[in-house]
């Protein structure tokens, strides 16, 4: 089985950067994946990583670390519309479907 | 053309019916699926579909079958519905099983009274 771990909640304020952390246990490892989710939306895909390493694109970036089973996202120059739920999702194995963790509901405030 | 659409987008229905719901995606995508996000907005898989191969999370209930009259379309039907069957239902497909970004429906909240 997997467990996929991250914060329920966050809040930060505009311009500001915040990092949304995720822990990960699992058997196998195929991808890690952040998605994000507006209220009453569909879950949109962010970011995809599956070596160590960080990925940037624009605003945002995708950390992980296959060995401490963790991976973190970054989003810079936060704005309003950043207001949403931020799922980690994890691939065991090749083939497999994707776990998600609860989500991260990130506030962003003026 | 909206990638991945459902119907209906909300469903009330009583105790024990049985309901479906459909969807279609125009994405060319070979591989289907349904998830289940519940009130503390969890997304839980719950069938994957790719090439006639169906994989079933152990965890849902028999009642819960979903039908593929062809690689476009994953339709998932609900017998006998329960109170707890009430959730927000979303398809998505993806290229294959291995590829990323899985491009998700809008979502059908199902609420059962």
């Known amino acids: 089985g997997q467990n996929i771990d991250q914060p329920t909640e966050m809040t930060a304020t505009e311009g500001a950067i915040v990092q949304i952390n995720c822990t990960y246990q699992t058997s196998g490892f195929n991808g890690l994946f952040w998605y994000q989710q507006h209220a009453g939306e569909a879950p949109t895909f962010l970011s995809y990583?599956?070596?160590?390493g960080l990925e940037e694109k624009g605003r945002f970036s995708s950390f992980l670390s296959r060995s401490k089973g963790y991976s973190y996202l970054l989003l810079k120059e936060l704005q309003m519309k950043d207001s949403a739920s931020y799922l980690c999702?994890?691939?065991?194995?090749?083939?497999?479907?994707?776990?998600f963790g609860g989500g991260t509901r990130l506030m962003v405030k003026p | 053309d909206t990638a991945v659409s459902q119907t209906p987008k909300y469903l009330v229905t009583q105790m024990g019916n049985d309901k479906s719901i459909k969807c279609e995606q125009n994405?060319?995508?070979?591989?289907m699926y349904w998830y289940k996000q519940d009130s503390k907005k969890f997304l839980k898989i719950m069938f994957s579909y790719n090439n006639k191969e169906l994989i079933i999370n152990e965890t849902v209930p028999n009642r819960f079958s979903p039908k593929s009259p062809d690689k476009a379309h994953l339709n998932l039907h609900i017998n006998s519905l329960e109170l707890g069957d009430s959730a927000v239902y979303f398809c998505?497909?993806?290229?294959?099983?291995?590829?990323?970004?899985?491009?998700f429906g809008s979502g059908t909240r199902l609420t059962v009274v």
């Open positions: 999702a994890v691939r065991e194995n090749a083939g497999n479907m994707l776990t």
């Open positions: 998505a497909s993806s290229q294959d099983p291995n590829s990323y970004g899985y491009t």
């Open positions: 994405l060319g995508h070979d591989t």
């Open positions: 990583n599956v070596l160590d």
